[in-house]
């Protein structure tokens, strides 16, 4: 199983990102994006269900950022609009088997993770 996270970058405050994770080897129940700063803990963005169309956000993100998947691409998707500098992280993919887990210990497969710096 391989998750292989892409779409970083530095862009403006105020800019867009569209990050992606493509997955292969086989499918999970549920894919989630984190992100982590250095001397923090990995937090939870959003996961979304490979099948029924559930999602889930972190409070402090909804209207800004979107989880989306393209099921045919096996590949799941992270817009984020409206950047601030603290969405500076390190962003992950996530897979797992726990249906719409938001803790970081209940993912199985992880991707390499992808930079975002956002700048004042």
């Known amino acids: 199983v391989q998750l292989q996270a892409s779409g970083g970058g530095l862009v403006q405050a105020g800019g867009s990102l569209r990050l992606s994770c493509a997955a292969s080897g086989r499918t999970f129940s549920t894919y989630a994006w984190f992100r982590q700063v250095p001397g923090s803990e990995r937090e939870f963005v959003a996961a979304?269900?490979?099948?029924?169309?559930?999602?889930d956000y972190v409070d402090s993100l909804k209207g800004r950022f979107t989880i989306s998947r393209d099921n045919a691409k096996n590949t799941v998707y992270l817009q984020m609009n409206s950047l601030k500098p603290e969405d500076t992280a390190v962003y992950y993919c996530?897979?797992?088997?726990?249906?719409?887990?938001?803790?970081?210990?209940?993912?199985?497969?992880w991707g390499q993770g992808t930079q975002v710096t956002v700048s004042s």
């Open positions: 996530a897979a797992g088997a726990r249906f719409m887990a938001k803790g970081a210990q209940m993912y199985d497969y």
């Open positions: 979304i269900s490979w099948r029924g169309g559930s999602l």
